[in-house]
């Protein structure tokens, strides 16, 4: 069982960097895929950056290039930089495992406005 707790967000302007960190607990962290989601107003949650075990990472189209994810199992942390940040980022982030069980956090919100 992984429990995390997000941090880092806050408000960006467009063109603006910030980075987020997930802190795991449980002995077992190591071993999960893990994944950061988001979920903008009105819309479903979605996955947009995700990292195996082995620290094998892949990404939504719509962020590839500008975001980055990594993990420090020592730490037991999963962080995402995200870069280039532009008004349709603007959501509240999730991590969890991935493929996600249903136990998710409170989030970080991140906003993006001039």
């Known amino acids: 069982q992984v429990q995390v707790v997000e941090s880092g967000g806050g408000l960006v302007q467009p063109g603006g960097s910030l980075r987020l960190s997930c802190v795991a607990s449980?002995?077992?962290?190591?071993?999960?895929?893990m994944g950061w989601y988001r979920q903008g107003p009105g819309k479903q949650r979605e996955l947009v950056a995700a990292i195996t075990s082995g620290g094998r990472s892949n990404y939504a189209d719509s962020v590839r290039g500008r975001f980055a994810i990594t993990r420090d199992n020592a730490k037991k942390m999963v962080s995402l930089q995200m870069n280039s940040l532009q008004p349709e980022d603007a959501a509240v982030y999730y991590c969890?495992?991935?493929?996600?069980?249903?136990?998710w956090g409170q989030g970080t919100q991140v906003t993006v406005s001039s």
């Open positions: 449980g002995s077992m962290f190591s071993i999960y895929a």
């Open positions: 969890n495992l991935k493929p996600a069980w249903n136990n």
